[in-house]
T-cell receptor
Framework: GEDVEQSLFLSVREGDSSVINCTYT??????LYWYKQEPGAGLQLLTY?????DMKQDQRLTVLLNKKDKHLSLRIADTQTGDSAIYFC???????????FGSGTRLLVRP | DAGVIQSPRHEVTEMGQEVTLRCKPI?????LFWYRQTMMRGLELLIY????????DSGMPEDRFSAKMPNASFSTLKIQPSEPRDSAVYFC????????????FGQGTRLTVV
């Protein structure tokens, strides 16, 4: 089945850029997502990208997709302490319409 | 719309008891998903419904788990009998259709089985 992998932890200084990486195995996925989970809360969609795109920018967020390597990344510019959360990469499997999540990357922003 | 509403927010129960988690999806959404989140296994899809019909329940861990969606505005996830290893946060999510740009998540139910 589909496997989505992320590194578990990332620590950055406030004002720096954060880059969270994700790899997946299902090359037929049409939609790829980044979700954010704050403590005690549900998941909130941050942004998404279609598989026919290489890059998508939305304010401080930049998503890069390398289909050949099945690699997705989320860059957060000018990272703020409020960005501290767990970030999940998710891939929609076209064959079953299942949304498969990675294990999440915990981002810690140091003042 | 108030978003996806789950109840209760917290549930503490004794091993062997029946537990029922409830979810009200966003009005007009056709797909509903139940997820379980634990430290060890992360987010796992348990089951999802489309137009009130269960489409894939391959993620349901055991026969002790069952889910229903009697109408478009309500779903339940039941565990009977509950066990300590069922302790987790259970999320319900809904989306407009199966191929969608966004699944909206509820706040989750934190279940503790002692």
């Amino acid at each position: 089945g589909e496997d989505v992998e992320q590194s578990l932890f990332l620590s950055v200084r406030e004002g720096d850029s954060s880059v969270i990486n994700c790899t997946y195995t299902d090359s037929s996925s049409t939609y790829l997502y980044w979700y954010k989970q704050e403590p005690g809360a549900g998941l909130q969609l941050l942004t998404y990208i279609f598989s026919n795109m290489d890059m998508k920018q939305d304010q401080r967020l930049t998503v890069l997709l390398n289909k050949k390597d099945k690699h997705l990344s989320l860059r957060i510019a000018d990272t703020q302490t409020g960005d501290s959360a767990i970030y999940f990469c998710a891939v929609l499997m076209d064959s079953s319409y299942k949304l498969i999540f990675g294990s999440g990357t915990r981002l810690l922003v140091r003042p | 719309d108030a978003g996806v509403i789950q109840s209760p927010r917290h549930e503490v129960t004794e091993m062997g008891q029946e537990v029922t988690l409830r979810c009200k999806p966003i009005s007009g959404h056709n797909s509903l998903f139940w997820y379980r989140q634990t430290m060890m296994r992360g987010l796992e899809l348990l089951i999802y419904f489309n137009n009130n019909v269960p489409i894939d329940d391959s993620g349901m861990p055991e026969d002790r788990f069952s889910a229903k969606m009697p109408n478009a505005s309500f779903s339940t996830l039941k565990i009977q009998p509950s066990e300590p290893r069922d302790s987790a946060v259970y999320f319900c999510a809904s989306s407009l259709d199966r191929q969608t740009t966004e699944a909206f998540f509820g706040q989750g139910t934190r279940l503790t089985v002692v």
